[in-house]
């Protein structure tokens, strides 16, 4: 029998019905961004201010998102802190898609689906992951997207950096997580 990874994110559970607010012993920290778009009440409070298409939405989005992230930490609500965490880290990531490709499309299109069976959250990543991929815009490094990604990395490293919120997460990895790991 295979042991749980206790550290592992849950997507077995029912996101649909569960207030990680009320419960936060449900909650994982995951890997990366894994979970940003399921976790409520948080998804519905912070993805409204998240946008990157041009530097200066950006800046106006990181901020936004930065501010939920102090606000989280003064309630002493990790689970919040490390979801606004995960938005400014995504605002990075996304960014840095499109301004490496222009359509966000990373993949050239095939015809064998490479998702196909997978269990979840792999089976939503691209069919055409696998195949070669496209060519990187000429100006990458240094188009909008490339600078509102910018944006987002300063943001996301001052919070996962923060000493509050990694001291947060000590507490909250001691408090929830199994002790025999």
Known sequence: MKAIDENAFPYHLDFKTISFSQHPQLYRIGIGEQGVLL?????????????????????????????L??????????????????????????ARRYANHKGGKKYKKGDTDHSKGLPYPYSQGSADK???????????????????????????????DNPLYLDMKADFRNKYYSKNQ
């Open 130 to 160: 696998g195949n070669s991929q496209l060519p990187q815009q000429i100006d990458a490094m240094t188009n909008e997207k490339a600078r509102a990604a910018d944006v987002f990395k300063q943001y996301w490293f001052k919070a996962k």
């Open 39 to 67: 976790v409520e009440p948080y998804k519905s409070e912070i993805l409204p201010f998240w946008r990157f298409k041009t530097e200066e939405i950006a800046k106006k989005s990181a901020e936004m998102i930065w501010k």
């Open 69 to 94: 992230f102090e606000n989280y930490l003064r309630n002493n609500d990790f689970v919040g802190a490390d979801m606004a965490r995960k938005f400014l880290q995504m605002g990075f990531t996304r």
